[in-house]
């Protein structure tokens, strides 16, 4: 709307300024035709009585001719006029000494004076007389009609040019609120949804002219976004399931050592079953259990590694990390290392499968970091934000390397050991869920990761 505004505004301003161009020079045109008009009838007259009195100088005596422009003076009611004598060397008034030389050799004389606090045109026609003296006519007539018609011109285009102008700024900011204020407002919210991340809801515009081609290129824009946005998060979802699996085979060997003793258990309860050694019902329901302990590996092993459409709901953070604990308990055995989950409960609105990557990207980053020791897992809250901590006393971080740690493909692991992925991967999945992830740590001195989610709990 700010923008018809200033349309309007500034529409208005070149109107007006028009107009008042316009009024000024039909004013001055008006005054010329006035001033004109008014020297005309003076010429006129001057012209007529010129030779009038002329003659009657010569043929009936000064007095006859004075009277003459006496009586002359009686019959003009606007229009004064009266008899100057012109004496070489004597400056008549109200003209200077230049205008009455000139009034002496016999040339008009005109001007404008002000006389009872009023414009005055005076006229002067000389009169040169048969015995060589030389006379003037001297026509004054105010300018007060003039002044009068021309204030008279200046109310009149006055009021047409506010009626103009107001009719035009109506007619201005219809248009513009048409045209330019309403498809303006409706760009900037397609763009506020789209610096939102909502692509969806194309902008109308039947217009063609600039606005409608830009509403039609930001629609464009949007679809070619939210196709490459599709694309982006099925590269990332594959890239995930890739470090998935990769923390998958991490962790199979120390899965196959786990089953290994159950299933020692089931074959040795087999034989003894098969030749009539033991109580049968006794060993069946060995067998049965240390199935059901083999299964309940098995199925951890494969819900980590299963990829799934991400669902967002309240996970409890204690119980996700006790969880993710068990799953990575063996690995921990092997290495010698001690796991420990400590913390209060707290809940986060979450996908507790990335969740679960992430924890356990963080967790087998700080087994294989650590010889022996205790690496920590704690949950909490701390303001408005949950966290998620895992704390070693390992190998640690340079400190050149930590402001690299979450770029993809960089690692700091053996050939071999590492994709360079687990962190990158952990960071987006962390960021997607309105967190962020931040690392502590000192060379020979072990490292902390931090995890921080907005929490559901009101503090």
């Keep these: 709307m700010k923008l018809a505004r200033k349309l309007t505004l500034a529409i208005l301003a070149v109107m007006i300024?028009?107009?008042?161009?316009?009024?000024?020079?039909?004013?001055?045109?008006?005054?010329?035709?006035?001033?004109?008009?008014?020297?005309?009838?003076?010429?006129?007259?001057a012209r007529a009585l010129q030779v009038v009195v002329r003659e009657s100088f010569r043929e009936d005596g000064e007095q006859r001719a004075l009277s003459l422009v006496e009586a002359a003076n009686q019959r003009e009611s606007a229009m004064q006029i009266r008899w100057l004598w012109v004496t070489p060397g004597k400056t008549l008034q109200q003209l200077n000494a230049s205008q009455t030389a000139r009034l002496s050799k016999g040339h008009d004389v005109e001007l404008v004076s002000q006389k009872l606090g009023?414009?005055?045109?005076?006229?002067?026609?000389?009169?040169?007389?048969?015995?060589?003296?030389?006379?003037?006519?001297?026509?004054?007539?105010?300018?007060?009609?003039?002044?009068?018609?021309?204030?008279?011109?200046?109310?009149?285009?006055?009021?047409?040019?506010?009626?103009?102008?107001?009719?035009?700024?109506?007619?201005?900011?219809?248009?513009?609120?048409?045209?330019?204020?309403?498809?303006?407002?409706?760009?900037t919210e397609k763009a506020r949804r789209v610096g939102a991340g909502d692509l969806s809801g194309p902008i109308v515009l039947t217009q063609r002219d600039e606005l409608g081609d830009l509403a039609r290129e930001m629609n464009a824009m949007c679809d070619r976004l939210e196709g490459e946005m599709r694309a982006r998060q099925q590269a990332l979802a594959q890239l995930r399931h890739a470090e998935r699996l990769n923390t998958v085979g991490r962790l199979a060997a120390g899965v196959a050592h786990e089953l290994g003793t159950p299933l020692q258990v089931v074959g040795l309860e087999a034989k003894r079953i098969a030749v009539g050694r033991g109580d049968?019902?006794?060993?069946?329901?060995?067998?049965?259990a240390q199935v059901e302990r083999m299964s309940t590996i098995i199925r951890q092993l494969l819900d980590f590694a299963r990829q799934r459409t991400p669902h967002p709901a309240r996970v409890e953070l204690a119980e996700l990390a006790r969880g993710t604990a068990q799953?990575?308990?063996?690995?921990?055995?092997?290495?010698?290392?001690?796991?420990?989950?400590?913390?209060?409960?707290?809940?986060?609105?979450?996908?507790?499968?990335?969740?679960?990557?992430?924890?356990?990207?963080?967790?087998?980053?700080?087994?294989?970091?650590?010889v022996g020791g205790v690496v920590t897992v704690e949950t909490g809250q701390e303001r408005e934000r949950?966290?998620?901590?895992?704390?070693?006393?390992?190998?640690?971080?340079?400190?050149?390397?930590?402001?690299?740690?979450?770029?993809?493909?960089?690692?700091?692991?053996?050939?071999?050991?590492?994709?360079?992925?687990?962190?990158?991967?952990?960071?987006?999945?962390?960021?997607?869920?309105?967190?962020?992830?931040?690392?502590?740590?000192?060379?020979?001195?072990?490292?902390?990761?931090?995890?921080?989610?907005?929490?559901?709990?009101?503090?």
């Design 327 to 370: 799953l990575v308990a063996t690995l921990a055995s092997r290495g010698g290392v001690t796991l420990a989950v400590q913390g209060t409960p707290v809940h986060v609105n979450a996908d507790a499968g990335q969740l679960q990557q992430v924890l356990t990207n963080l967790i087998v980053n700080a087994l294989q970091a650590s």
């Design 118 to 187: 009023m414009r005055w045109l005076y006229s002067y026609a000389p009169v040169l007389l048969h015995d060589g003296r030389v006379g003037a006519l001297e026509l004054s007539e105010s300018l007060a009609s003039e002044d009068e018609i021309l204030r008279s011109t200046v109310w009149r285009t006055a009021l047409s040019t506010v009626a103009i102008a107001a009719l035009a700024a109506l007619v201005t900011a219809g248009v513009g609120l048409s045209f330019v204020g309403r498809p303006v407002a409706a760009l």
């Design 280 to 288: 049968a019902v006794e060993g069946a329901q060995i067998v049965v």
């Design 386 to 459: 949950a966290f998620l901590r895992v704390s070693d006393r390992g190998v640690g971080i340079a400190a050149e390397a930590l402001p690299r740690i979450f770029e993809p493909f960089f690692t700091t692991k053996d050939v071999g050991q590492g994709t360079g992925l687990g962190l990158a991967v952990a960071h987006g999945i962390v960021e997607e869920h309105g967190g962020q992830i931040d690392v502590e740590s000192e060379l020979g001195q072990g490292a902390r990761f931090t995890v921080w989610l907005p929490s559901l709990e009101a503090v």
């Design 17 to 45: 300024a028009v107009f008042a161009l316009n009024a000024a020079e039909r004013i001055q045109r008006d005054r010329r035709a006035l001033r004109e008009d008014i020297q005309r009838d003076h010429r006129s007259l």
